[in-house]
């Protein structure tokens, strides 16, 4: 009695086995990503200070404009994407060229200045957006 109802147990236990591994590839085949879509300027794309970010690469360099230091800066929402569309400038300290490479942030909310000097010294970077100064600095040095 029982072998005859063995072949139609493993043939249903097959079919299942089937049907969970289909499921499992659906699921999991789904694309993940690591970056959100920018917020566009404007209405709803409010710009958190504080997750905002301003790099600076590298932090030493030689004056005499013969080197220049990258400020990178990332203006983001409260949700921690960035706001693209967004005119950036920095606060220039005497003795600073500032060639503005990407002054608009882009969709990941990225905005790129390149900074040198003549003058040897060490300088606080910080940057605006419209009349908003940006919590966070940068101390960058020309030797």
Do not use: C, H
């Not at 942030?105 to 940057?127: C, E, H, V």
């Amino acid at each position: 009695m029982f072998s005859n109802k063995l072949p139609w147990i493993v043939v249903l236990f097959f079919i299942f086995s089937v049907i969970i591994f289909i499921i499992s590839i659906l699921i999991t085949s789904g694309r993940t990503s690591f970056f959100g879509l920018a917020s566009t300027s404007g209405a709803g794309s409010y710009i958190s200070q504080e997750n905002s970010y301003i790099f600076a690469s590298p932090l030493q360099a030689q004056s005499g404009r013969q080197q220049q230091i990258r400020i990178t800066l990332f203006i983001l929402n409260s949700q921690g994407l960035g706001v693209s569309g967004e005119t950036v400038s920095l606060v220039n300290d005497l003795g600073l060229t500032i060639d503005a490479v990407q002054p608009v942030t882009d969709n990941y909310g990225k905005a790129i200045f390149d900074l040198s000097s003549q003058n040897p010294g060490k300088y606080k970077i910080m940057a605006k957006i419209g009349s908003t100064t940006l919590p966070q600095s940068v101390t960058i040095s020309f030797n």
